[in-house]
T-cell receptor, first 110, second 115 residues
Framework: GQQLNQSPQSMFIQEGEDVSMNCTSS?????WLWYKQDPGEGPVLLIA?????ELTSNGRLTAQFGITRKDSFLNISASIPSDVGIYFC??????????FGTGTRLTIIP | GAVVSQHPSRVICKSGTSVKIECRSL??????MFWYRQFPKQSLMLMAT?????????EQGVEKDKFLINHASLTLSTLTVTSAHPEDSSFYIC???????????FGPGTRLTVT
């Protein structure tokens, strides 16, 4: 099945640093979603974006819906140990199925 | 909140046997549930879309006779892996879409190991 390109594939940062990751698609979506998955668990929704150009924040997280509707980015400010995990973007068109990104694995170096 | 549960959380079965995984929406009605499979260090791949009271829609390359899906009520969908083989070992995750909404809520996943 189709997957969205997510970059970077992995990140190794120190606690307190800011993080930025993005997701690109060859086709448009009208909803972009960002999820976090901890080991052995299901994904948890972080932020949902419903409008091209929309910039939405959830605490230290900020995400934007690209103006072309083919991309989105997620920023995490002042990272903390519990931010460790895998982040997935997902695109959705109407009420159709979600298409997931390839994931970004975030590791915090002590 | 919208809570989705899965049972069992992990299961080990022998090659050739069948195993059933349940997905329940605990506090809302879900006309549509989705089943995903996730291999180690990979993303979630949609296997099938399950609609209450009708046949499931399978993604290309997913064998419908091997992965039986039943969505008999607005709060329960089951995935049965028939004649399991070691290559079916994976993390199976369901999600449920609340009636009248586009949002999906994910379950905690089921780790299947076939020996």
């Amino acid at each position: 099945g189709q997957q969205l390109n997510q970059s970077p594939q992995s990140m190794f940062i120190q606690e307190g640093e800011d993080v930025s990751m993005n997701c690109t698609s060859s086709s448009i979506f009208n909803t972009w979603l960002w999820y976090k998955q901890d080991p052995g668990e299901g994904p948890v929704l972080l932020i949902a974006l419903y409008k091209a150009g929309e910039l939405t924040s959830n605490g230290r997280l900020t995400a934007q819906f690209g103006i072309t509707r083919k991309d989105s980015f997620l920023n995490i400010s002042a990272s903390i140990p519990s931010d460790v995990g895998i982040y997935f973007c997902a695109g959705q068109l109407g009420n159709e199925k979600l298409t997931f990104g390839t994931g970004t694995r975030l590791t915090i170096i002590p | 909140g919208a809570v989705v549960s899965q049972h069992p959380s992990r299961v080990i079965c022998k090659s050739g046997t069948s195993v059933k995984i349940e997905c329940r929406s605990l506090d809302f009605q879900a006309t549509t549930m989705f089943w995903y499979r996730q291999f180690p260090k990979q993303s979630l791949m949609l296997m099938a879309t399950s609609n209450e009271g009708s046949k499931a829609t399978y993604e290309q390359g997913v064998e419908k006779d091997k992965f039986l899906i039943n969505h008999a009520s607005l709060t329960l969908s089951t995935l049965t892996v028939t004649s399991a083989h070691p290559e079916d070992s994976s993390f199976y995750i369901c999600s449920a879409r609340r009636q009248g909404s586009y949002e999906q809520y994910f379950g905690p996943g089921t780790r299947l190991t076939v020996t």
